[in-house]
């Protein structure tokens, strides 16, 4: 009888862990090789009135300008340093506070964006961002780790039914 206990409850973790593989699996994007195209905008939040850095990658093609637009403060070109594409620009000191997208247009093509949450003193709106945005794709890794650690538990909880059977003993 425990024999066939333990082999229900590992086969229950098994099929608990093929079913939380097959969601991973599923759910993951996979990478491209060599893709690397991003816009950061720092500081972020930033005042009205205040400048900010733009950074950028256009993959393989960072030798070249590449051309960001933002309702922010409008277009700017970002030209190659050090392997990037930088530049700056200093956002309008009667900009409203708010949430703006920041897109990049690189010559090659490619396109990445990001928002900017521009701050007034006058009119606080709201706290500070957690990131650029430059592996923002719309999906983030919270879900896999929460897949982790409920594959996690569903292990510890199957050894841990398996090894209270066993200590119990027979039972007579």
Same mark, same amino acid.
Do not use: W
């Given at each position: ?40 905008? =720092? ?12 950074? /950028? ?28 594409? =930088? ?10 506070? +708010? ?12 396109? /990445? ?21 430059? =592996? ?15 594959? /996690?538990?569903?292990?510890? /909880?199957?050894? +841990?039914?398996? +090894? ?9």
């Amino acid at each position: 009888m425990r024999g066939l206990v333990s082999h229900r409850a590992l086969s229950a973790v098994l099929s608990v862990l093929g079913l939380v593989a097959a969601f991973v699996l599923m759910t993951v994007t996979p990478a491209r090789a060599g893709q690397n195209v991003f816009v950061e905008v =720092t500081p972020n939040p930033a005042q009205a009135g205040s400048r900010v850095s733009i950074r /950028a990658s256009c993959d393989n093609n960072n030798d070249r300008q590449a051309q960001v637009n933002s309702d922010a403060f409008g277009r700017v070109m970002l030209r190659p340093d050090n392997g990037f594409l =930088t530049g700056a620009v200093t956002i309008p000191g009667n900009k409203q506070p +708010g949430d703006y997208p920041v897109d990049l247009r690189c010559s090659n093509g490619n396109t /990445a964006s990001t928002q900017l949450t521009v701050l007034n003193m006058a009119q606080p709106s709201k706290g500070p961002a957690t990131g650029g945005g430059g =592996t923002a794709d719309g999906r983030g890794s919270g879900s896999l780790l929460l897949v982790g650690g409920l594959a /996690a538990v569903a292990v510890v /909880a199957g050894f +841990g039914a398996v +090894g209270s059977r066993r200590r119990a003993g027979p039972r007579v």
